[in-house]
């Protein structure tokens, strides 16, 4: 059974920061990309960065850029998004994804609450 547990959301106030962290079972972790997305009120699901298995490739939205990073711990099966000058507009359910080719699978989210 494939579970993708998030942890570390929470309320911050603006230009502040979080670290949210996802733990992965029941897959091979090192051998799939992993990726957070987020979903605000009333909004589609968007994309916010993903990290390749070994963690030498990443990518970022253009809204987080230069103020969000990715990383995992394949030894840990856990992926990290550490979260910085965050803004009223980051909040939102913040959620972590596992791919590989066909292979997707969810966490349940963790809500992060930015207050200006």
């Known amino acids: 059974q494939v579970q993708l547990v998030e942890s570390g959301g929470g309320l911050v106030q603006a230009g502040g920061s979080l670290r949210l962290s996802c733990t992965a079972s029941?897959?091979?972790?090192?051998?799939?990309?992993m990726g957070w997305f987020r979903q605000a009120p009333g909004k589609e699901r968007e994309f916010v960065s993903v990290?390749?298995?070994?963690?030498?490739?990443?990518k970022f939205a253009d809204s987080v850029k230069g103020r969000f990073t990715i990383s995992r711990d394949n030894a840990k099966n856990t992926v990290y998004l550490q979260m910085n000058s965050l803004k009223p507009e980051d909040t939102a359910v913040y959620y972590c994804?596992?791919?590989?080719?066909?292979?997707?699978?969810w966490g349940q989210g963790t809500q992060v609450t930015v207050s200006s």
């Open positions: 994804n596992a791919r590989r080719g066909s292979w997707d699978y």
């Open positions: 029941g897959i091979p972790f090192s051998s799939y990309n």
């Open positions: 990290i390749s298995g070994g963690g030498g490739r990443t």
